[in-house]
């Protein structure tokens, strides 16, 4: 049967792509962990950070925990409407078909990102290591790192390892620029981000979801900043596969000379060991969201399949990810392997629907909601346990 | 499934091979049939010619990791010395300048940071980044 067919070829081909999706998010959140962890030393850092994130309220370490929360509450509401706002801003453009002006945008969200950023953390680090580099080297190196991120992100045409490394670069750089911000505002804007993402991506209203139907109605990309694993590509086949975001039977060269008919009687032994995800109708499109953060980029959240079968996951997912396991880094590292297992259990969980409901998905909120849990339950109650039982000979 | 040479196509015609045999070895004696890195995920070799010459041209505005780039994506045409001869000068340029370009970079980064102050005397102190970034306050710009 074609669903049985159907599904074995997902459960397949699905080891495959999940482990092609984890290891950058993990790549991620293990590079975010580690800067935090070499920069935290000082924490005047972070009562300079000033941003949308913080324009309601800056946190002092003086206030009772309740203003605190209130005040947390009041910075992530300003910045999931703010996250809104330029949402619908993206549809309105990309409606009226302004897809240069987008790309040029997030090149130039790009090039600040990577230029800005990228430079100010390594200024960081050679403070930290006091690494006798003159600035010509450093200025020169920075510049090469930032121009041909760009590229990467604007072109189509780079190696795929490049482009793949660069938006995990992106990623962590974001990230680790919003673990700077104060520790309840952090917590709370993860939350609310988790629920706007499922509001937007689920909702028929939401603009995600008019993004994503616009795209489908006019069969293009959306011009975005989105990391795509590497596709599962058939060995027999090896001709490109073409790039539509409908698609419901691979059309090849392959499909051409041998019709489908005669692929599934070649006996299911053959299907199952190709895994051809290809073979499966993929109707699935990625879904946009902005990442409200100082440069506005374009970030796309959630997770969906490309017309080639190979997964796609927004950027935002990245960032909010690893801010979340750098804000546990903050703390100590029992809360970062707890959150972690968190994290990748909520994705794996979101890749199983993606794979039950075949249509675009919210990548944040189930990963979100359980790295906040397994976070508050290691830090109340997991660290007690474990210190009074190390303390007492009993379990190390 | 050996290959015939029946299905041997020269660069020159730039139209694309594509191989129905699954079991391409990476010996060098086989032509490979996709000039890029990725296979059949990548460019076209005709499509490749353009590329390699722009990265090749952009590559002297002081961009090595452009050449870079370059070679690590047309690997196959800088392993397979016989092959695609239309894009092959530009990656073997890359090559070259980024060989020359990394170790005139090298040597003078070598030089300041092993030679330090004894060597540069007061000018050391002037030109070392973390320096620079305290004068010009760079870390406080986000």
Known sequence: ?396 | MERSSSEEVTPSEGTVLINPNPNMTSSSLLRPEWPTIDGPLGLSEEDSVGYARKFFGFGFLLLPLLWAVNCYYFWPVLRHSTSFRRIRPYVVGSAIGLTVFSAMLASWSLTFTIGGERLFGHTWDELVMYNVADRYGLTGLF
């Open chain 1, 1 to 396: 049967m074609d669903q049985n067919h159907r599904n074995t070829g997902i459960l397949h081909t699905l080891g495959e792509e999940i482990i092609r999706i984890i290891t950058p998010v993990s790549i991620c959140m293990l590079s975010v962990v580690i800067l935090v962890s070499i920069l935290d030393k000082d924490s005047s850092l972070s009562s300079s950070v000033s941003t949308i994130a913080t324009i309601a309220y800056t946190e002092t370490t003086s206030d009772s925990e309740w203003d605190k929360f209130k005040g947390a509450l009041l910075n992530s509401l300003v910045f999931v409407a703010v996250v809104t706002v330029v949402t619908f801003l993206l549809v309105v453009l990309f409606y009226f078909n302004c897809t240069k002006f987008l790309k040029y945008y997030m090149g130039f969200s790009a090039f600040l990102v990577l230029g800005f950023m990228g430079g100010e953390i390594g200024v960081f680090l050679i403070q930290v290591y006091s690494v006798a580099i003159d600035c010509f080297t450093y200025v020169l190196l920075l510049l090469n790192f930032t121009i041909v991120g760009v590229l990467a992100v604007f072109m189509s045409k780079i190696p795929i390892f490049v482009t793949q490394s660069y938006m995990v670069v992106i990623g962590v750089l974001t990230a680790y620029w919003f673990t700077m911000l104060p520790e309840w505002t952090t917590w709370v804007l993860l939350v609310a981000m988790a629920l706007y993402d499922l509001a937007a991506v689920l909702l028929p209203g939401g603009p995600l979801r008019l993004l994503v139907e616009l795209a489908i109605s006019r069969d293009e990309d959306i011009p975005a900043l989105v990391y795509e694993a590497r596709p599962v590509i058939d060995p027999r086949s090896n001709a490109t596969v073409q790039r539509r975001v409908w698609r419901d039977r691979p059309v090849n060269v392959e499909a051409q000379s041998r019709p489908q008919v005669d692929t599934e009687t070649v006996g299911s032994s053959r299907n199952v060991e190709e895994g051809r995800v290809n073979e499966l109708s993929v109707p699935l499109i990625e879904r946009l969201r902005e990442r409200g953060v100082e440069p506005e980029s374009l970030g796309l959240e959630g997770i969906g399949l490309a017309s080639t079968g190979a997964i796609k996951l927004g950027l935002g997912d990245f960032i909010f990810y690893s801010v979340l396991v750098g804000r546990a880094a903050m703390y100590d590292f029992m809360t970062v392997y707890a959150c972690y297992i968190a994290i990748i259990a909520g994705l794996g969980i979101t890749l199983v629907l993606l794979a039950v409901y075949q249509k675009a998905l919210p990548a944040l909120p189930v990963s979100v909601m359980l790295g906040v849990l397994f976070y508050v339950l290691t830090r109340f109650f997991l660290e007690d346990f474990v210190v009074q039982c190390s303390s007492n000979l009993l379990m190390f």
